[in-house]
């Protein structure tokens, strides 16, 4: 082992050095304070540092790791943030699509939140490194201690699969599992917030708090409107823009954002709190038999039952925990709960349905023990902000059994709707010089329209392709006037277009993707940017096949997933799809 000789100089330029750090660090300390210090040093000079074992190559701060589809996921990971941060620890919060895996190597103490996408999935942002991290390259993380919180829909056979494959890869790789993995359900808190609980008071273990300042720093008090903390935004224009024969109601929303302190970006998504449409709750009553007069506390203030149903819970969307209580009361429903394709069962049955399917009466203790909390739905925003000033604009496909999509349809021009934005940086715009294949179905046209308004704004250089499809030009071309405006005005380079029910043989957006594989894949050449919007379970994949194979084609050879690897590796192919 070497010996590390001090000069008397390098000897005088330390203590100068520690002098001024501590300096640095006592500024500002009152009598208590440097009193604290003072008992700290002194303890730490007795016992030694509480320490990992290896001396940190990084300063010892906790990693905070979340992959996020919808943002539930980067929630939890944000609250973890918080609470570490309150108490005192040096915290870093990271989205996985900027995480290295040779970064991860250099952390001494990592969670991990993330979620599952239907069944299996990684979610979108997450992907590349959960590639990096089950590849056979990922790096040795002996220093590592971890704890992994999974999220997940309980209804799919592989609960949980992305979290739980992250937890026993991390251990694979020699990192230390401190906590066992968290499975949450779609009651996300009932398991997240001990498993949040649990992890921070381990977190004292290896890392040591600073002392919480009780120095109050004055900042604007300029509220941030969240999730939590929505805004009443006003309903200015509910627009039908599918033919009145058309199967599909798509409404073009316009708001009003004056004042609201809320902005975005062409790529972030609007949440809407919905409130739940009259006929259901009707339903559910009607089906349960329970008193809608029938008073519930909660929030601290008294609600009618009716009232708490409309605005507080999920009634709309069933979920296996909620099955799985009702099971406990009626074979049938046990029965049904045990069916091989649950997921697709649960996305078409309605629980006053179920209920009546069955003859099960539930009272009004029942639905407040076991209905899940009302959650936001997000849309992509189809406006920009350069283009509409303080409007924002969305472009939803009604479901008339759904919640919010009905709840906005029913809406006049006037109606105040509780909204956030969330931000979604891994669909923000590329650079203006960089030339934009943009794949859109349906309303996952969106984000395409911002874009598209965004950058005629801005006047970017690079090009615009935008491939759209839907069942019938006739009644169903979303914003054809804008599109065809745009063509002309060159804001649009090129446009194909696929109406997949207007003749025989169903058409669809990747058909016309691999007829134009060449110019597709001269267009990546030159460093275009690729984007796709919509359907996550059949039109995401299919459209994914048909690019690996429109690269593999014009390339002549087969090593089209590498290529791709890379386009996704420099953020170049990106997809906002669920
Ligand atoms: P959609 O159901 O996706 O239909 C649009 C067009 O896509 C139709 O012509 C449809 O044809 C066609 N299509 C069907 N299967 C396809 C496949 N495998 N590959 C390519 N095209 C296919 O349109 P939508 O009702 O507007 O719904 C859009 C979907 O995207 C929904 O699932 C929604 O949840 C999702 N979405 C996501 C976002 C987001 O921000 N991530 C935004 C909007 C919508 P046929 O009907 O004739 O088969």
Same mark, same amino acid.
Request: charged share 25%.
């Given at each position: ?281 009707? #339903? !559910?009553?009607?089906? /349960?038999?329970?008193?809608? @007069?029938?008073? $519930?506390?909660?929030? =601290? +203030? *008294? ?81 920009? #902000? !350069?283009?509409?000033? /303080?409007?924002?604009?969305? @472009?939803?496909? $009604?479901?008339?059994? =759904? +919640? *919010? ?174």
């Amino acid at each position: 082992m070497s010996a590390v000789v001090v000069s008397a100089e390098t000897e005088f330029a330390l203590g100068a050095a520690r002098s001024e750090a501590l300096a640095r660090l006592t500024d500002g300390l009152d009598a208590r304070g440097l009193a604290w210090l003072a008992g700290y040093f002194a303890a730490r000079a007795e016992i030694g540092a509480p320490a990992p074992i290896s001396a940190p190559t990084v300063a010892p701060t906790l990693l905070i790791v979340s992959g996020s589809q919808t943002g539930n996921a980067r929630r939890v990971a944000v609250a973890l943030a918080a609470d570490a941060e309150r108490q005192g620890y040096a915290v870093r919060h990271v989205h996985a699509g900027d995480l290295k895996l040779k970064d991860l190597a250099k952390e001494r103490l990592a969670y991990f939140v993330i979620s599952t996408q239907g069944d299996g999935d990684p979610p979108e942002e997450a992907r590349g490194f959960i590639d990096g991290l089950l590849g056979a390259r990922a790096p040795r993380l002996p220093e590592l201690r971890f704890a992994v919180l999974a999220l997940g829909d309980s209804s799919y056979p592989r609960f949980c699969a992305i979290g739980r494959a992250v937890d026993a890869r991390l251990a694979e790789l020699g990192a230390e599992r401190v906590l066992d993995l968290g499975e949450a359900d779609v009651d996300i808190e009932r398991v997240a917030a001990p498993w949040r609980d649990a992890a921070l008071l381990l977190a004292k273990t290896w890392l040591t708090p600073a002392p919480v300042s009780n120095v109050t720093t004055l900042k604007p008090r300029v509220a941030a409107v969240t999730r939590d903390a929505p805004r009443a935004i006003e309903l200015i224009e509910n627009q039908r823009i599918t033919t009145r024969s058309a199967l599909k109601d798509v409404r073009h929303l316009v708001f009003d954002l004056d004042g609201s302190g809320i902005h975005y970006q062409p790529g972030d998504s609007l949440g809407v709190w919905p409130i739940n449409p009259v006929a259901h709750v009707d #339903a !559910l009553l009607a089906a /349960s038999r329970a008193d809608g @007069t029938a008073v $519930v506390e909660h929030g =601290g +203030a *008294a609600h009618s039952l009716r009232d708490w149903l409309t605005r507080e819970r999920e009634i709309t969307r069933l979920a296996k925990p909620v099955v799985a209580a009702l099971a406990e009361r009626s074979a049938h429903v046990a029965e049904w709960l045990a069916a091989p394709n649950l997921p697709e069962r649960l996305r078409g049955t309605q629980l006053a349905e179920l209920l009546a399917q069955f003859d099960v009466r539930v009272d009004g203790a029942w639905l407040v023990a076991h209905l899940l909390p009302l959650a936001p739905r997000l849309y992509s925003i189809s406006s920009s #902000a !350069l283009a509409v000033g /303080s409007e924002v604009h969305l @472009t939803v496909a $009604v479901d008339p059994r =759904g +919640a *919010a999509s009905r709840f906005l349809a029913d809406s006049v021009a006037g109606s105040p709707v509780r909204a956030y934005v969330e931000t979604n940086p891994r669909f923000h715009l590329p650079g203006d010089d960089t030339d934009l294949i943009m794949i859109g179905p349906g309303t996952g046209v969106a984000p395409f329209r911002a874009f598209v308004q965004e950058r005629a704004e801005r006047g970017a250089r690079g090009r615009n392709w935008l491939f759209f499809g839907e069942q019938h030009f006739a009644s169903q071309f979303l914003y054809q006037a804008e599109w065809l405006d745009a063509l002309k005005r060159g804001h649009l380079a090129r446009l194909d277009v696929a109406f997949s029910r207007d003749q025989a043989e169903r058409v669809y957006v990747q058909h016309r993707l691999s007829e134009r594989a060449q110019d597709i894949y001269a267009w990546l050449e030159g460093g275009a940017s690729i984007y796709v919007c919509g359907d996550a379970t059949r039109m995401a994949p299919d459209v994914d096949r048909a690019l690996r194979a429109a690269i593999e084609s014009a390339r002549g050879r087969g090593d089209a997933d590498d290529y791709v690897a890379a386009l996704v590796e420099d953020g170049r192919y990106r997809r906002d799809v669920y």
